[in-house]
C-alpha cells in the first residue's frame, strides 16, 4: 500500500505504523501548532514525540514537555528548541519570543551559554539573572557577548562573596592585569577589560614591601 493510500485510510498521526506517523510529523507545516503539540504529547513513540517537539515554536508548550516527558531524548529535543528560541535562531522570531523561552528555562547550563552568547542584551540579562552560582557568574562575566552583562555578572553579590572568601584565605587575591585587590578596593565599572580578558588568581605569597627611601 502506498504511503498516500494509508494516511487515506487512517488520519497520518494515528495511523498503527510508527514510521508513518513519523513522516506524516516530518511533512506537517510549522503552523499546524495544535496537531503538533498532541503528537507531542499522546503518541507512544518516542521518536515521533521528538519529530513533533522539533517543530514546536512555542515556549510554553515546549517547556511542558521539558518538565513532563518520560523519554530523555524528547526532553534533551525541548530544551534545545527553548535554548534556540532564546537565540532567535529561526526565522520570524524576536524579543518576546526570546524572552519567553528564557522564562521557560530552568536548566542552569543553558541559562548560562544564553547569558553568553544572546544576541540581545536584554535576553542575556534574563538568562543571567537566573544565575546564582559563582563560578558560572564569574566565567559570564569574562566570556560573554555584552559589556553590560559582562559587568553585571562581575558585580553579582555572589561573585562578590567568592572573591571575600577567596581573600580571608589568602594574602591577596586580585586580576592579573592588575596589582590591587579587586573588589577590597572596588574598581569602577568602566575598568572592566573587554570580553574573555579577565582571568583571576589568588596569590599566597604577601604583597612585595616597599622599598626605605635612600
Known amino acids: ?8 485510510t487512517h488520519p497520518g498521526h494515528k495511523h498503527p505504523d510508527a514510521a508513518v506517523r513519523l513522516t506524516f510529523v516530518q511533512e506537517l507545516p510549522l503552523d499546524e501548532r495544535e496537531l503538533l503539540n498532541e503528537v507531542a ?16 515554536m512555542d515556549p510554553a508548550l515546549l517547556a511542558a514537555v521539558a518538565r513532563h516527558e518520560a523519554d530523555e531524548q524528547v526532553r534533551a529535543q525541548a530544551l534545545s528548541m527553548l535554548r534556540d528560541i532564546a537565540l532567535e535562531a529561526f526565522e ?23 547569558a553568553k552568547n544572546a544576541s540581545r542584551e536584554v535576553t542575556a540579562r534574563a538568562a543571567l539573572a537566573s544565575v546564582t552560582d559563582s563560578h558560572a557568574l564569574g566565567s559570564i562575566a569574562r566570556h560573554a557577548e555584552h559589556e553590560g552583562v559582562r559587568r553585571a555578572a562581575f558585580d553579582a553579590p555572589s561573585t562578590r562573596a567568592r572573591c571575600f572568601e577567596r581573600e580571608a584565605t589568602s594574602r591577596s587575591c586580585r586580576p592579573r592585569s ?12 568602566s575598568t572592566i577589560p573587554p570580553r574573555s580578558t579577565r582571568t583571576w588568581r589568588c ?11 635612600t
Do not use: Q, Y
Not at 500500500?1 to 487515506?8: G, N
Not at 592588575?178 to 565599572?189: C, D, K, V
Open 41 to 56: 504529547r499522546e503518541d507512544p513513540d518516542p521518536r515521533v514525540r521528538r519529530a513533533a517537539v522539533a517543530k514546536l
Open 92 to 114: 520570524g522570531l524576536g524579543e518576546a519570543e526570546s524572552l519567553a523561552a528564557v522564562a521557560a528555562i530552568d536548566d542552569p547550563k543553558t541559562l548560562i551559554g544564553i
Open 1 to 8: 500500500m502506498a504511503l498516500l493510500d494509508r494516511f487515506r
Open 203 to 213: 596569590n599566597t605569597s604577601p604583597p612585595p614591601t616597599p622599598s626605605s627611601p
Open 178 to 189: 592588575s596589582g590591587s585587590s579587586a573588589f577590597a578596593r572596588a574598581r569602577p565599572a
